[in-house]
């Protein structure tokens, strides 16, 4: 196995981990993850819909350089509404909202 196969086995679990919370919740919705539709075109329908990213950054991932994170992001009517982005190194979280502005929430100012 090599730093490829690596990320993308961790890619993968990521997702698969990220989309069992949103489904167990959000049964009803759509999900388009990174893994799951590869290169390959999708367009956002009027259904609600989550997008994930389970690596944002996966090149420096495989080289442990510390600029990654988590994208997930949902979209109804094909307006994205909400977008979240977590930096597991830093332990930040930034989030957006349609009409509300951005946030940062992290451990040192929470």
């Known amino acids: 196995m090599n730093a490829v196969d690596l990320v993308t086995e961790t890619d993968q679990q990521c997702e698969a981990a ?8 959000y049964p009803d919705a759509e999900y388009i993850g990174e893994e799951t539709v590869g290169s390959g075109k999708y367009q956002l329908s009027d259904k609600p819909t989550w997008i994930i990213d389970p690596i944002d950054g996966t090149t420096n991932f ?7 994170a ?7 009517k094909g307006q994205v509404l909400v977008g979240v982005i977590y930096d597991p190194i830093g332990n930040e979280t930034f989030y957006a909202s349609k009409g509300g502005g951005a946030l940062m929430d992290s451990a040192s100012c929470g």
Not at 18 to 25: H, P, Q, R, Y
Not at 62 to 68: G, K, Q
Not at 70 to 76: G, I, R
């Open 62 to 68: 495989v080289h442990r350089i510390p600029l990654c």
């Open 18 to 25: 990220i989309l069992a919370v949103l489904k167990a919740n």
């Open 70 to 76: 988590v994208l997930v992001s949902y979209a109804d």
